[in-house]
């Protein structure tokens, strides 16, 4: 069996970043490869049981970079982020280069990136791409920005693929964990999940978002709010989101809410699907509840999320700017008791192409009758 590299943001636990690696391999599998994931640590076999780390370059067809937004900058901190995925990333550049390994772009997001020497390298990456299909049009727009190519990159378009994802994905030993501990909840509430992080460019940001949920609470006795992280730290430190968690719990008191904590990335994708509603900053935990046909309410704190809720035609959902704790309530009351999203079925059927255009890809370069080169 020919093994296929799939590199993607495999470098901590973060929920999405777990989930789009695990799907992508399991996708490669299913198509009769082996999945590898040259660079994760183990971790990553403890939670999906790929196998890690460099195989025999004769064993490998080809290389995948995953979907995921490891190639735009956070809000904060860019410069130090610049350099450490300098680190994480150009490895598998060169891997592939070096063994002659052709490789494609399938499903990430692109840009903004301000500073090098991350820049050079996220273009280094898709411009020595076989394909590159990016899952949002303004990320095509930022490669051909940065690029200094006459000719502009041949870059397809199509959705992130976990917005057709379905409940048939999730593992049923998964999804039957995330009931037990649904079914603790309260009997007869509306189950709001509330995953939010202070990561917002302006410093009182997050003290709107959490008085305006406080208050929100205060008005309507018939919600039950479930405090969620999507991620645990390796090192057995508290993550920021988890001291938000609490703090979050803490004002809303012990009658009317209590914190979810995370055990995998399957479960929690379980446990989402059983809400009615989820409020979350960042963006895959809210891709994930659309696709389950939970209701989502954003407040975002990077321009990938806005961008992801214009392609489901729901920008509306999405609060970009606001100014005080009213503004942020308004929003949370406009959408707090509205049906989920109803995804157009083109957009979905543009994120199942991904998957399809990944396997197309691996099966060429395995009928390819000149070797390395495909």
């Not at 995948?64 to 680190?87: A, D, Q």
């Not at 490789?103 to 090098?116: E, L």
């Not at 509205?338 to 990944?358: A, G, H, L, T, W």
């Amino acid at each position: 069996m020919k093994s296929v590299y799939i590199h993607g943001s495999y470098f901590g636990n973060n929920y999405g970043d777990v989930l789009l690696v695990d799907l992508f391999a399991t996708r490669i599998k299913s198509a009769g490869y082996m999945p590898v994931f040259p660079f994760a640590n183990s971790f990553y076999y403890e939670q999906t049981g790929v196998t890690t780390g460099l195989v025999p370059p004769s064993d490998v067809l080809c290389g995948i970079y995953c979907g995921g937004g490891y190639f735009g900058e956070p809000s904060k901190g860019k410069l130090k982020w610049s350099v450490r995925n300098t680190f994480r990333h150009i490895r598998s550049y060169w891997l592939f280069k070096k063994h002659s390994i052709p490789y494609g772009v399938f499903g990430a997001g692109f840009g903004p990136i301000s500073f090098q020497p991350y820049k050079g390298t996220a273009l280094k990456i898709f411009g020595g791409a076989n394909e590159v299909v990016v899952r949002d049009s303004e990320s095509k727009s930022f490669i051909n920005e940065y690029s200094s190519k006459k000719t502009p990159m041949k870059i397809d378009v199509n959705a992130d693929v976990v917005i057709s994802l379905t409940k048939n994905d999730i593992p049923e030993v998964k999804f039957n964990t995330a009931k037990q501990s649904f079914d603790k909840l309260p009997k007869g509430k509306r189950y709001v999940g509330i995953h939010v992080t202070n990561k917002y460019k302006d410093k009182g940001a997050f003290k709107k978002v959490v008085n305006a949920i406080n208050e929100l609470s205060q008005k309507n006795s018939d919600l039950y709010f479930v405090i969620i992280s999507d991620g645990t730290s390796r090192l057995g430190r508290k993550l920021q989101q988890e001291i938000d968690g609490k703090l979050i719990e803490n004002m809303l008191g012990s009658n009317n809410c209590q914190f979810y904590s995370y055990e995998n990335h399957w479960v929690l994708t379980a446990f989402l699907s059983l809400l009615d509603v989820v409020i979350t900053s960042k963006l895959h935990v809210g891709i994930v509840s659309t696709a389950l046909h939970t209701s989502v309410i954003s407040i975002p704190y990077h321009s990938k999320t806005i961008r992801y809720y214009q392609q489901v035609k729901s920008p509306e959902r999405c609060l970009t700017k606001f100014s005080s704790t009213s503004d942020v309530l308004n929003h949370l009351e406009s959408f707090i008791y509205s049906n989920p999203i109803d995804v157009p079925q083109e957009v979905i059927d543009s994120s199942k192409d991904v998957f399809s255009r990944m396997i197309k890809f691996a099966k060429y370069c395995q009928a390819s009758t000149k070797g390395r080169r495909c």
